[in-house]
């Protein structure tokens, strides 16, 4: 299983990004996907969720701001990003319980400044 993450760059304070994470290559079961990122000096952290059934869980700095979503025909989660803060700027990662293990896709920038 290969995941590919794309979405990520420059916006202002306030702005808006989306994020993509499609998933390819034989996938035989899902348990979930999410997003996690991790800034300069900081431990990776989850930022979002969603579980097969289609519960999500979301990290308590972006609820209300950030919304992920799967569209599984495309075998792709997308992390809708809105008001977007400063301290959100990070490597976003995103990955996959699949066939019984974790997947990580290679990150993808995301920069937040005026």
């Known amino acids: 299983v290969q995941l590919q993450a794309s979405g990520g760059g420059l916006v202002q304070p306030g702005g808006s990004l989306r994020l993509s994470c499609i998933a390819s290559g034989n996938i035989f079961s899902e348990d979930a996907r999410g997003w996690y990122r991790q800034a300069p000096g900081q431990q990776r952290e989850l930022v979002a969720r969603i579980l097969s059934g289609g519960d999500t869980v979301y990290a308590d700095s972006v609820k209300g701001r950030f919304t992920i979503s799967r569209d599984s025909d495309k075998n792709t989660v997308y992390l809708q990003m809105n008001s977007l803060k400063p301290e959100d700027a990070a490597v976003y990662y995103c990955?996959?319980?699949?066939?019984?293990?974790?997947?990580w896709g290679q990150g993808t920038q995301v920069t937040v400044s005026s």
């Open positions: 990955a996959a319980n699949m066939n019984g293990r974790v997947y």
